[in-house]
Nanobody, 128 residues
Framework: QVQLVESGGGSVQAGGSLRLSCAAS??????????MGWFRQAPGKEREGVAA???????TYADSVKGRFTISKDYAKNTVYLQVNSLNSEDTAMYYC????????????????????WGQGTQVTVSS
């Protein structure tokens, strides 16, 4: 049984940074072979794709976070990270990591329906 567990969220002031982690368990090198994505959902809003990372280390980002967020993975730790910098109030949301069955992310990477495995989320709150 694969599990994804996020951590690293918290409350920060505008302009601050956090590093979110998504640790996979139950399947060795799980994050290596799949398209891994980070999503966020603010109250009253739809879940939004933030970043994705394919098996070949190709990365892609939502326009709203380009230049501020960085997705990466650690093979040995079976963990995917999301470094979030220059945070603003619009970044306040619950952040989720997810894994797709495919190894490539493709142009429809922001579609949550592509992803089969989800973590429970970690809250990021940015105060001005």
């Amino acid at each position: 049984q694969v599990q994804l567990v996020e951590s690293g969220g918290g409350s920060v002031q505008a302009g601050g940074s956090l590093r979110l982690s998504c640790a996979a368990s139950g399947y060795i090198y799980f994050v290596v072979y799949r398209c891994m994505g980070w999503f966020r959902q603010a109250p009253g809003k739809e879940r939004e794709g933030v970043a994705a990372l394919g098996r070949d280390d190709t990365t892609t980002y939502a326009d709203s976070v380009k230049g501020r967020f960085t997705i990466s993975k650690d093979y040995a730790k079976n963990t995917v990270y999301l470094q979030v910098n220059s945070l603003n109030s619009e970044d306040t949301a619950m952040y989720y990591c997810a894994a797709a069955e495919s190894s490539t992310c493709g142009s429809n990477w922001p579609d949550p329906r592509r992803y089969n495995f989800w973590g429970q989320g970690t809250q990021v709150t940015v105060s001005s």
